[in-house]
C-alpha cells in the first residue's frame, strides 16, 4: 500500500493516466468542497514505490472530478463548484489552458469518451448534461434530466416524451441534481446518467429524441453513481444512498409509457442483481477495465469494497443470475478515517486502485 496526503484540502476524486502507468490525478477542496478553493494534484508512482508531487494547479472553488484527456497524454479536465470546467495542460504553470462555463450550478462530473475521443461530457446540480468539443467554448448538445413524474400521470398525453432542450436552462434550486454522465465505452454516442429523483436515464445523442430509456432505479432514493462493463454492452451498475449497488442488464427494462405507471410508483424495476454490504451510502461505483465480473465501490463508511458479480452464462432465467447471499463481496479496504468519495482502477497493473477522501489521502493499494 502506498499513500499521499493532499495537506490542507479534502479528497474527491481520483484517475489513473491513460497513457503513463505511473501518473495519477486528485481533484480536491478545501473545507470538505463547501467554501474555499480546489487544488488538482498531478502525482507519480515512483520505481522506488514512492508517491511524489510533479505539480499542482489551484483553482478558486472546490473541485469535485478529474478526467485525463484520450487526446493529449498531458492535459486533463476538472470540474468545480462555480459551474465551471478547465483544461489544464500539466506541462504549463498555474493557469487552465481553457475553461467552459454553461453550467448556471455546480459541475459534479466530467467524463471523456474513449471510443469518440474529440468530445467529453459533464453532469450539473442544474439537471443538465452537456457534450463538449475541447476546441469549441460552446457545448456541442445539452440533454435535460426531466423531474420524477411518476407523481403526475393525469393530462399527459400517450407516447409523449420529456422534455428536451439545446439551450442552458435557468438555475432553479428544486430541480434534479445529475450526479453522474456517463458515455459508453461499446458506443460513442451513447450516455447514461443518474440524478437525485432515482432516475437512471439512457441518452442517444444521434437520436431526434435523445432519451431512450428512463426508469427508477432506488426505489425513490439518490442516485449518486453510475458506469458501463467495459465488456457486456448491455450491462450497468447504479449506486445509490440505499447503501447498495444494483446491477442492470438494459435489454430486461420494461419501456413504459408514464400514463400507464401507478401515480405513487416508485420502486420501478428489478435489478438482475444487488450487492449489500456498505453502511452508508456508496459514493462512486466502477467496474473493472480487466474483468467483466468484478467492481469497486467506495463509500460514507470510510471503505472501499471490491465485489465478485458471478454469472451464470448459460442462465435463461434471472434468478439463476443472483448469488448466494455474502459470496459477491471479495475484499475490502479501510484505511481512511474520512468518508471516501474516489476511487480508480489501474489500467496498467492489474488489480491495482487508487481511492481518496475528506481524511486528505490518497492510497494506492492492491484490490484482487
Not at 484540502?9 to 481520483?14: L, Q
Not at 451513447?190 to 432516475?199: E, F, G
Request: overall charge neutral.
Amino acid at each position: 500500500m502506498l499513500s499521499f496526503r493532499t495537506t490542507g484540502y479534502n479528497g474527491y476524486s481520483c484517475k489513473y493516466s491513460p497513457f503513463y502507468d505511473n501518473k495519477l490525478a486528485v481533484a480536491t477542496a478545501a473545507n470538505y468542497g463547501l467554501v474555499g478553493n480546489g487544488r488538482l494534484y498531478i502525482l507519480t508512482i515512483g520505481n522506488d514505490g514512492r508517491i511524489s508531487q510533479d505539480t499542482y494547479f489551484d483553482t478558486q472553488d472546490g473541485l469535485f472530478d478529474v478526467a485525463w484527456s484520450e487526446l493529449h497524454e498531458n492535459q486533463i479536465l476538472t470540474c468545480s463548484g462555480d459551474g465551471s470546467i478547465s483544461l489544464f495542460d500539466i506541462t504549463l504553470p498555474k493557469f487552465p489552458i481553457k475553461r467552459f462555463h454553461e453550467h448556471q450550478r455546480e459541475v459534479f462530473s466530467v467524463y471523456w469518451n474513449m471510443v469518440d475521443k474529440s468530445i467529453f461530457c459533464s453532469s450539473s446540480w442544474d439537471s443538465t448534461i452537456k457534450v463538449w468539443s475541447p476546441v469549441r467554448d460552446q457545448s456541442l448538445l445539452t440533454l435535460t434530466s426531466n423531474k420524477d413524474m411518476t407523481a403526475q400521470t393525469e393530462n399527459i398525453p400517450s407516447g409523449d416524451k420529456p422534455p428536451l432542450s439545446t439551450k442552458p436552462v435557468a438555475e432553479n434550486p428544486v430541480n434534479d441534481c445529475v450526479y453522474q454522465a456517463t458515455f459508453s465505452p461499446h458506443d460513442p454516442s451513447i450516455i447514461i446518467s443518474v440524478n437525485s429523483a432515482s432516475h437512471c436515464q439512457v441518452w442517444d445523442t444521434r437520436a431526434p429524441t435523445p432519451l431512450t430509456l428512463d426508469f427508477i432505479s432506488h426505489a425513490g432514493l439518490e442516485v449518486l453513481s453510475c458506469d458501463y462493463n467495459k465488456y457486456r454492452p448491455t450491462v450497468i451498475a447504479t449506486a445509490s444512498v440505499d447503501k447498495s449497488i444494483k446491477i442492470w442488464d438494459l435489454r430486461m427494462i420494461p419501456d413504459l409509457q408514464r400514463n400507464f405507471l401507478a401515480q405513487k410508483n416508485r420502486v420501478g424495476p428489478s435489478p438482475i442483481n444487488k450487492l449489500i454490504g456498505h453502511d452508508f451510502a456508496v459514493r462512486k461505483v466502477q467496474w473493472s477495465p480487466h474483468s467483466s465480473d468484478t467492481l469497486l465501490s467506495c463509500s460514507y463508511d470510510m471503505t472501499c469494497k471490491v465485489w465478485k458479480y458471478q454469472t451464470d452464462e448459460n442462465a435463461k432465467y434471472m434468478s439463476r443470475l443472483r448469488m448466494k447471499h455474502g459470496e459477491a463481496l471479495v475484499g475490502n479496504f479501510d484505511r481512511h478515517r474520512e468518508v471516501v468519495l474516489g476511487c480508480d482502477w489501474s489500467l496498467w497493473g492489474r488489480g491495482f486502485v487508487a481511492s481518496t477522501g475528506w481524511d486528505e489521502m490518497l492510497y494506492v493499494w492492491k484490490a484482487l
